[in-house]
């Protein structure tokens, strides 16, 4: 009989790629699309991969209200195991890992925002399985010859 294992992603931590912030001093006008978001996965081997890094970023464009843009990068790095095909570890890591960096995000968009004069900036909970439903698989994926090992 054979034994069912599962889908395995382990998280072995976070960098910082990028925090900014700066202000911008004739802001646009209110809009509703002022908030970016960016994923990318690098994979350690072109094929049969088992290591990825995954960069995960947002942007908040400067309103009115709120005179600064911000951005912030990191960078999670995660190990997988027990998925068949590449195209399986794509889509569990698609949902997995932006689930589990988002918060990091989430809490430094807000621990910088706070520390001015405005009201700070908490991103909302984004349910990862659902925007990336439809996603291009192809289009998130960078050369596997940027990786770096951790």
Not at 49 to 56: L, T, V
Not at 106 to 121: D, G, H, M, N, P
Request: charged residues 30%.
């Amino acid at each position: 009989m054979k034994k069912n294992k599962s889908n395995y992603l382990e998280f072995k931590g976070y960098e910082v790629i990028k925090i900014n912030m700066s202000k911008i001093s004739k802001p646009e006008k209110e809009n509703d699309n002022n908030i970016g978001f960016m994923f990318k996965i690098i994979p350690n081997n072109k094929n049969n991969f088992n290591k990825a890094n995954i960069i995960q970023g947002v942007k908040i464009n400067a309103a009115e209200e709120f005179p600064y843009e911000i951005e912030v990068v990191l960078k999670g790095n995660f190990e997988l195991e027990n998925c068949e095909t590449d195209e399986e570890k794509m889509k569990f890591i698609i949902t997995n890992a932006s689930a589990i960096l988002f918060p990091y995000i989430r809490a430094t968009v807000s621990l910088i925002s706070s520390q001015l004069e405005y009201e700070k900036i908490l991103l909302p909970v984004i349910n990862f399985s659902k925007i990336f439903e439809k996603a291009d698989l192809e289009s998130l994926l960078m050369e596997h010859t940027q990786f770096e090992d951790f």
